[in-house]
Every structure is written in structure tokens, then in C-alpha cells.
């Protein structure tokens, strides 16, 4: 089926360890884009990516790490993990910067 | 600053008892304002975009509307299927990235 599949579904590491979460989107969208989500708080950008190898920072990126060598994927690294980076990660994409973003169904990452 | 304000937080209705949905925003111009329904452990789903003071868009039991300063997310006759937690956000002129608002949760007893 086409659509956008993040991995893994879950995700439990220790602080300081580097952990990688996947984004594979199988529409051939331009622009893909990495979100945090936390209790009380709305979705929070992190990185977003027009087109393969351009990449921008978002509204909380420190911390954090991407790249995106094929359109189809935008891996998300945390290099030394912390326990302030706990929450649900999601990736999401769309086909031009003002149309609607689709949405995986996330990564719940804890940090013990 | 662009801001987005969603009230209620929580919303506990019956089956069939008709309510609305708030988004409040603070933007420097509007470019559009989308909203989003979200089941626990899914992603956001896209429901609506709405780009200028007026304009409506209905699906099934849901109807978004727009003014200059908010939205309403108005669901008639609510079924328990309806339940979930509703996100609003919306795109600046200036600047193409979603600002969005903490959500409403909502819950259809039946």
C-alpha cells in the first residue's frame, strides 16, 4: 500500500546513546517533515526537508540530526539521547508546502 | 507571535448531542488553516483546509468554518466513532510552516 510507514512503532534506549528513527514515504512527495508531540503541548516541528539533500531547521531542532539522500526517506538521529527528547515522533509529508501534510503513526521513543 | 488556541481541552458529549469545536489564532496573515483528527496511537488525518473569512466545508457529521480571528469544528449528532482528539493549525503567510494547537479531546458516550 502507499502511504508513509515510520520505524520502529517503539522505542525504549538509554540517555547518551545515539538512536535513528525512519520515515519511508512511498509518494514520491517533495517535502517530508519531523514533528514531536508531547502532553499539553501542540505538534512541535524539528526538521523539515523540501527535496532530497536540502534539509532546514525547524522550531526545536537541537538535538536532533537528519538527512535525506532519496526523496522517499527522511531519517531522524538523535546522537546522544536525553530524557527531555521522550515523546511521540512523527513524520509526515506532503506534495507542495501549502497542501495538507499525511501523517505516519509515529514512534513512541522513551529515554531512561 | 503566530499563535493557535484550542478550547475546550476536553469535551464529554452523548450520542446525538450536537456541540462545536473552537481553534483560535493569532497570525500575521493567513494563508490556511487545516484541521486534523487523531485516534490514540494514530497519526493526524487530514480533514480540512479552509483559506478565507466565509468559507465552510462539511464532511458527513463535521463542518469547519472560518472566520478572521477562528474556526469551529461543528459536530452534529455525534456517534461514538466520532470520538477522538481534534487538531487545528494554521499556515502564515510569512512563513510556510503549520502552527498548531494543543488539541480537543473529544468523547461520544452512547
Known amino acids: 500500500d502507499a502511504g508513509i510507514t515510520q520505524s520502529p512503532r517503539y522505542k525504549i534506549t538509554e540517555t547518551g546513546r545515539q538512536v535513528t528513527l525512519m520515515c519511508h514515504q512511498t509518494?514520491?512527495?517533495?517535502?517530508m517533515f519531523w514533528y514531536r508531540q508531547d502532553l499539553g503541548h501542540g505538534l512541535r516541528l524539528i526538521y523539515y526537508?523540501?527535496?532530497?539533500?536540502?534539509?532546514d531547521k525547524g522550531e526545536v531542532p537541537d538535538g536532533y540530526v537528519v538527512s535525506r539522500s532519496k526523496t522517499e526517506n527522511f531519517p531522524l538521529t538523535l546522537e546522544s539521547a536525553t530524557r527531555s527528547q521522550t515523546s511521540v515522533y512523527f513524520c509526515?509529508?506532503?506534495?507542495?508546502?501549502?497542501?495538507?501534510?499525511?501523517f505516519g503513526d509515529g514512534t513512541r521513543l522513551s529515554i531512561l | 507571535e503566530d499563535q493557535v488556541t484550542q478550547s475546550p481541552e476536553a469535551l464529554r458529549l452523548q450520542e446525538g448531542e450536537s456541540s462545536s469545536l473552537n481553534c483560535s489564532y493569532t497570525?500575521?496573515?493567513?494563508?490556511?488553516l487545516f484541521w486534523y483528527r487523531q485516534d490514540p496511537g494514530k497519526g493526524p488525518e487530514f480533514l480540512f483546509t479552509?483559506?478565507?473569512?466565509?468559507e465552510e466545508k462539511e464532511k458527513e457529521r463535521l463542518k469547519a468554518t472560518l472566520t478572521k480571528k477562528e474556526s469551529f469544528l461543528h459536530i452534529t449528532a455525534p456517534k461514538p466513532e466520532d470520538s477522538a482528539t481534534y487538531l487545528c493549525?494554521?499556515?502564515?503567510?510569512?512563513?510556510?510552516?503549520?502552527?498548531w494547537g494543543a488539541g480537543t479531546k473529544l468523547i461520544i458516550k452512547p
Open positions: 493549525a494554521v499556515q502564515a503567510d510569512s512563513n510556510y510552516q503549520l502552527i
Open positions: 497570525v500575521s496573515g493567513l494563508r490556511g
Open positions: 526537508s523540501a527535496a532530497a539533500d536540502i534539509t
Open positions: 509518494w514520491s512527495h517533495s517535502y
Open positions: 509526515a509529508s506532503t506534495l507542495g508546502r501549502d497542501q495538507p501534510q499525511h
Open positions: 479552509l483559506y478565507s473569512a466565509g
